[in-house]
């Protein structure tokens, strides 16, 4: 099975600055067909998850620009550019490349210092 | 509107069995493969089981074959997930999502499976 591994895994940051969740995957996440399923997920308190990310970096609808997804193989980040109040919850990655199983990071929550 | 309803939770004995659904409504149910993933109390996601969009191909988290059986009825757009022989562990918030294309795109409100004597 893919290992998913999420570094923080708590993150306080000030309103207003960067946030930046790294994931790390136990082998490369490029298909055969050289796609790459990552995805990244926001679940607020008390909310389901939501995907806010796919194919590493392309954003969902209605997901503000100021999240953005990078990284190839085995290395990606989730990088939030002006953290807001609403930002507030646990953000998770997720790997669909090597399935079943398909794998989530442990998760990183992030609160506002 | 694109949604996915989950019901059929409670609290069961170990050893006992549930089935949660989960109804779909917004998009092409018959076209879609689905997900159910859980969250134990205070944990993160963990993937359990997957059908393809016409149920001939099933896939299954360790932790669960054996013991759980996901299945369909696209005439109801609905989706189930039988689940026998429950143990404490199974204690979960269980999700239904989305699966096709690059998946997870949409999720339910969960339904909630508490196991406990």
Redesign the interface.
């Known amino acids: 099975d893919v290992m998913m591994t999420q570094s923080p895994l708590s993150l306080p940051v000030t309103l207003g600055q960067q946030a930046t969740i790294s994931c790390r995957s136990s082998q490369s996440l490029v298909r055969s067909d050289g796609d790459t399923y990552l995805n990244w997920f926001q679940q607020r308190p008390g909310q389901s998850p939501r995907r806010l990310i796919y194919n590493v970096s392309r954003r969902d609808s209605g997901v503000p620009d100021r999240f953005s997804g990078s990284g190839s193989g085995t290395d990606f980040t989730l990088k939030i550019s002006r953290v807001e109040a609403e930002d507030v919850g646990v953000y998770y990655c997720m790997q669909g490349t090597h399935w079943p199983p398909w794998t989530f990071g442990q998760g990183t929550k992030v609160e506002i210092k | 509107q694109v949604r996915l309803v989950e019901s059929g939770g409670g609290v069961v004995q170990p050893g006992r069995s549930l089935r949660l659904s989960c109804v779909a409504s917004g998009f092409m149910f018959s076209s879609c493969g689905m997900?159910w993933?859980r969250q134990a109390p205070g944990k993160?996601?963990?993937?359990v089981a997957?059908i393809q969009y016409d149920g001939k191909n099933k896939?299954?988290?360790?932790s669960v074959k054996g013991r759980f059986t996901i299945s369909r009825d696209n005439s109801k757009n609905t989706l189930y997930l039988q689940t026998n022989s429950l143990r404490p562990e199974d204690t979960a918030l269980y999700?239904c999502?989305k699966g096709s294309?690059?998946?997870?795109?949409i999720?339910?409100?969960?339904t909630m499976v508490t196991i406990s004597s």
């Open positions: 997900h993933v993160g996601l963990e993937w997957f896939y299954y988290a360790d999700y999502t294309g690059y998946g997870f795109d999720w339910g409100q969960g």
